[in-house]
C-alpha cells in the first residue's frame, strides 16, 4: 500500500510562490510521481512529473520557466516549486506516484498513476 501525503497549499498574491510538497509511504524506490492540477469546471491537467531514479523532469508547458519539480530520494519527499504565480494557476493540485511501465513512457497522463493524494488547494489573488 502506498500513502501521499501533501502539504504546502495556500493563499498568494499574483507574482508570490509557493512550495508544495508531497511525502511518499509504503513503496519508496524507483517511481515516477506527477503533478496534476483541477480548477473548478475543468479538467484535470499535467503540471509537472519526475522520476526518482535518475531525476528526469517533465513540465507543461504553461509552467515552464516558474515551476521546478525536485525530489529528495532520502526523505522520500517530491517538493513543486512555483514561482510568479498567477491567477490562473488557482487550483486544486494533487500528487500521484506510479510504478508501471506506463508511468514512465507517458508521465503526463493521469492514467499512468496508481496512487493519488487528497489534493492540496492553491489560490493566487490578483
Known amino acids: 500500500q502506498v500513502q501521499l501525503v501533501e502539504s504546502g497549499g495556500g493563499l498568494v498574491q499574483a507574482g508570490g510562490s509557493l512550495q508544495l510538497s508531497c511525502a511518499v509511504s509504503?513503496?519508496?524506490?524507483?517511481?515516477?510521481m506527477g503533478w496534476f492540477r483541477q480548477a473548478p469546471g475543468e479538467e484535470r491537467e499535467f503540471v509537472a512529473a519526475i522520476r526518482t531514479n535518475g531525476g528526469r523532469t517533465y513540465y507543461a508547458n504553461f509552467v515552464k520557466g516558474r515551476f521546478t519539480v525536485s525530489r529528495d530520494n532520502a526523505k522520500n519527499t517530491v517538493n513543486l516549486q512555483m514561482n510568479s504565480l498567477k491567477p490562473e494557476d488557482t487550483a486544486v493540485y494533487s500528487c500521484?506516484?506510479?510504478?508501471?511501465?506506463?508511468?514512465?513512457?507517458?508521465?503526463?497522463?493521469?492514467?499512468?498513476?496508481?496512487?493519488w493524494g487528497q489534493g492540496t488547494q492553491v489560490t493566487v489573488s490578483s
Open positions: 509504503g513503496r519508496t524506490s524507483n517511481y515516477a
Open positions: 500521484a506516484v506510479g510504478f508501471r511501465s506506463d508511468t514512465f513512457a507517458y508521465p503526463r497522463s493521469t492514467a499512468s498513476y496508481d496512487w
